[in-house]
């Protein structure tokens, strides 16, 4: 209701300055300058709507997995990293890391993060793919252009508002000491845990937290999330099968292309592209978020 509001008042601050234009009471500029604001609040408004299934609510686990390419594609994951961390921290969202694998000589093999906040998987639900990078490595001696990959998956970080329900003969525990940062006592007690769920083969690891207690805690909440993720991806997969004219959104197509020497950023589903490297891996993503998000609205 509130949104709605708001964006009733710049539409009548509109208006009226408007008004005032025709009596010589505010200038073009100032008109022009509430036009656009108004515009831009009824652009969001319409992106937000395309937020409108059960789970888009909910905040999100997302995974970067190291691809071909060696410590290149692990400080390419590092960088992904980097760049979804600024993207949450700019809209207000808390992230926290949940397990972490280090490269043998940079970056990172593969990585895990909880966002928390509303609708951060709803607005980060179609970065599941395959990210490639394209620039002169530093890791080249010879100074040459390559090609790097990292895949991303992005699972709801399921509540209490969804009931999941597991049973506990079907799970397969590990414990395993932390490889990240903690200090002492989490890298010298085994309170890193690990869980199989032995029906699907999915696994959940957790070292976040001092106590295993409740890493086993949050390790659970994961493999529920990734075993609901599933069942939306079977629901997707049927649907696509009677629509083929919907977009798929499935593991191992690549989403974006991300060509640094050529100052480039393309999404090859939307064809959304931008020259601002820089920016986009400082986390300024949300265009290709929006069309993404746009694209699938019309091809409902």
């Known amino acids: 209701m509130k949104?709605?509001?708001?964006?009733g008042e710049l539409?009548?601050?509109?208006?009226?300055?408007?008004?005032?234009?025709?009596?010589?009471?505010?200038t073009e500029a100032?008109?022009?300058?509430?036009?656009?604001?108004?515009?831009?609040?009824?652009?969001?408004?319409?992106f937000r709507s395309t937020l409108n299934k059960q789970e888009d609510e909910l905040g999100c686990i997302l995974e970067i997995n190291a691809g071909a390419g060696g410590t290149e594609s692990c400080d390419w994951t590092a960088?992904?990293?980097?760049?979804?961390?600024?993207?949450?921290?700019?809209?207000?969202?808390?992230?926290?890391?949940?397990?972490?694998?280090?490269?043998?000589?940079?970056?990172?093999?593969?990585?895990?993060?909880?966002i928390k906040g509303d609708y951060a998987y709803g607005l980060?639900?179609?970065?599941?793919?395959?990210?490639?990078?394209?620039?002169?490595?530093?890791?080249?001696?010879?100074?040459?252009?390559?090609?790097?990959?990292?895949?991303?998956?992005?699972?709801?970080m399921i509540d209490d508002r969804i009931e999941i329900e597991i049973?506990?003969?079907?799970?397969?525990?590990?414990?395993?000491?932390s490889s990240g940062a903690g200090g002492q006592h989490v890298n010298k007690t085994e309170s890193a845990v690990r869980v199989r769920h032995l029906p699907t083969g999915l696994v959940a690891e957790c070292q976040e937290e001092r106590s295993q207690h409740m890493n086993r805690e949050k390790a659970i909440q994961m493999l529920k999330s990734r075993l609901y993720e599933q069942e939306l991806q079977r629901q997707r997969e049927e649907r696509d099968k009677v629509e083929a004219n919907k977009m798929k959104n499935e593991w191992g197509s690549q989403i974006r292309s991300y060509v640094l020497d050529d100052r480039r950023v393309k999404d090859h589903r939307t064809q959304h592209q931008t020259g601002d490297t820089i920016g986009v891996l400082?986390?300024?993503?949300?265009?290709?978020?929006?069309?993404?998000?746009?694209?699938?609205?019309?091809?409902?």
Do not use: C
Not at 3 to 7: A, K, L, N, S
Not at 11 to 26: M, N, P, Q, S, T
């Open 3 to 7: 949104t709605y509001e708001d964006t």
């Open 11 to 26: 539409v009548d601050e509109v208006e009226i300055l408007f008004d005032f234009w025709k009596e010589g009471e505010a």
């Open 30 to 46: 100032e008109v022009e300058a509430a036009f656009l604001k108004a515009e831009q609040k009824l652009d969001d408004v319409e």
């Open 79 to 114: 960088m992904l990293l980097r760049m979804y961390v600024m993207w949450a921290e700019k809209n207000g969202y808390k992230v926290s890391e949940l397990n972490r694998v280090d490269g043998d000589v940079a970056g990172l093999k593969s990585v895990a993060l909880e």
């Open 124 to 156: 980060l639900k179609g970065e599941n793919g395959v990210h490639r990078l394209v620039r002169v490595s530093p890791f080249n001696a010879q100074g040459k252009r390559m090609t790097s990959f990292a895949s991303v998956f992005v699972h709801p």
């Open 167 to 177: 049973n506990p003969a079907d799970l397969d525990w590990d414990t395993f000491r």
């Open 282 to 300: 400082d986390g300024n993503i949300d265009a290709f978020l929006k069309a993404w998000l746009m694209l699938g609205q019309e091809a409902v």
